[in-house]
């Protein structure tokens, strides 16, 4: 069915806006109108009912919004329901941000898609622009001639009294397909057609739950485990544990520059000093001495422990005037590097901990001073 259309082309939305409200007036039927931009009170002047959309947006995030209520109880309740720290299975507030979530994915989507519906826009189609410049500066409003009493002089008459700077007539033929066109509809039908044997393929194929699902790229899922310990030709050492290269130092550990020896003993006791001690941490330090120094030393330091009633060679009393008069980082290097028959202790008391045990020595010194 083809109709004859008189296009008027305004140069401003004001314009457009009087000429609309005077063609409904006047009787005249208004095809449609084209703006650069949203003209503010040309829908009312056009004379059209408010947008049912509003109404497809409510109700598709209702139904999505009770769809994922329903899902997530019958998930969570019917078939799967799984123990979460001894909540209720049907925990209303964890389903509410998914239902949020999908309430807004069902609305946004049938929004849009009845849009498009409503417009009759798919892929591919294409309306010619009556007036191309609607898409830049000009404003155009259709009117259809549906009697013959109406004639174009009457419309072009009115366009004028609005200021039209160009009154033109079309014809439009109705839908043309063109042959682009005829491409992109089947095009569409083809995808349609492969949603529907995808959709059906899925429904139809029926799945084994007991066989494990086909893996990609496996070496992603399981990656190779190696025993620390066992040889490795990947590595130039030929094994899987590396030694670190030389001069690593362990991550938080403050290294020491010192030799185990006398000398280096003596200059520690001059260069390092003791970090401030708290009760706790000479709690801390008495324990440490109970469980590591005391099967030597006693547990009160005059050297009585009882490795040495077993014949270990005792060791001398740390309340003797030599242990005394030894400075804080002295002793500290002692713990560190160990003294003749004294083994080092570094490797299994930290050095934080080592002072505290320096601290507890000191306190022994003190309170079995006569
Ligand atoms: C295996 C037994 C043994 C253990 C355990 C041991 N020591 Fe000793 N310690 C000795 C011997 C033996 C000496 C004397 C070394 C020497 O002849 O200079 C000594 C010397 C010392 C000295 C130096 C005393 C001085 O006057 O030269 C201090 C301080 C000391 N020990 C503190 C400790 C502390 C603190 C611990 C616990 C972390 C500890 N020792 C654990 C055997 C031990």
């Not at 004001?14 to 949203?38: C, H, Q």
């Not at 109880?73 to 209303?92: E, F, I, R, Y």
């Not at 439009?172 to 995808?198: F, H, I, P, S, W």
């Not at 066992?230 to 899987?240: I, T």
Request: aromatic content about 8%.
């Amino acid at each position: 069915m083809s109709r004859s259309l008189v296009v008027g082309s305004f140069e401003n939305g004001e314009d457009i806006l009087s000429a609309a409200r005077a063609a409904r007036v006047a009787g005249l039927t208004i095809v449609d109108t084209y703006t650069p931009y949203a003209v503010h009170g040309l829908d009312t002047a056009m004379g059209l009912a408010p947008s049912r959309l509003s109404w497809v947006c409510l109700v598709a995030g209702l139904t999505g919004a009770i769809l994922k209520l329903w899902f997530e109880w019958w998930t969570a309740v019917v078939d799967w329901p799984v123990n979460v720290g001894g909540k209720p299975d049907n925990s209303l507030p964890a389903f509410v941000p998914i239902t949020f979530e999908v309430m807004v994915l069902f609305a946004g989507l049938a929004t849009v898609g009845a849009l498009f519906a409503v417009a009759r826009l798919w892929p591919g189609r294409r309306r010619p622009a009556l007036v191309p410049r609607t898409t830049d500066d000009r404003f155009a409003l259709v009117i259809e001639q549906t009697s013959a009493e109406e004639t174009t002089a009457r419309v072009r008459a009115l366009f004028e009294e609005h200021r039209a700077v160009a009154v033109t007539e079309h014809v439009d033929e109705g839908r043309t397909c063109g042959r682009g066109q005829t491409a992109m509809k089947a095009l569409n039908v083809v995808l349609a057609l492969a949603l529907l044997a995808a959709i059906g393929a899925n429904a139809a194929l029926d799945r084994d739950p007991a066989v494990p699902a086909r893996d990609y790229l496996p070496e992603m899922a399981y990656s190779l485990a190696a025993e620390s310990y066992a040889a490795d030709p990947a590595f130039g050492s030929g094994g899987v544990l590396q030694v670190p290269p030389d001069g690593t130092i362990a991550r938080g550990a403050s290294p020491l520059h010192y030799l185990a020896t006398p000398a280096d003993a003596l200059r520690a006791g001059l260069e390092l000093s003791a970090p401030p001690i708290d009760q706790q941490a000479l709690r801390r330090g008495a324990t440490l001495f109970q469980t590591f120094c005391a099967i030597c030393h006693g547990d009160t330091g005059v050297g009585n422990g009882p490795v040495v009633a077993r014949g270990f060679p005792p060791p001398v009393s740390l309340l003797a005037p030599h242990a005394r008069d030894m400075k804080d980082g002295q002793i500290f290097h002692v713990l560190t590097y160990g003294q003749l028959n004294m083994p080092p202790y570094a490797s299994q008391i930290d050095a934080v901990d080592r002072w505290r045990i320096v601290a507890y020595v000191r306190q022994l010194q003190g309170s079995q001073q006569p």
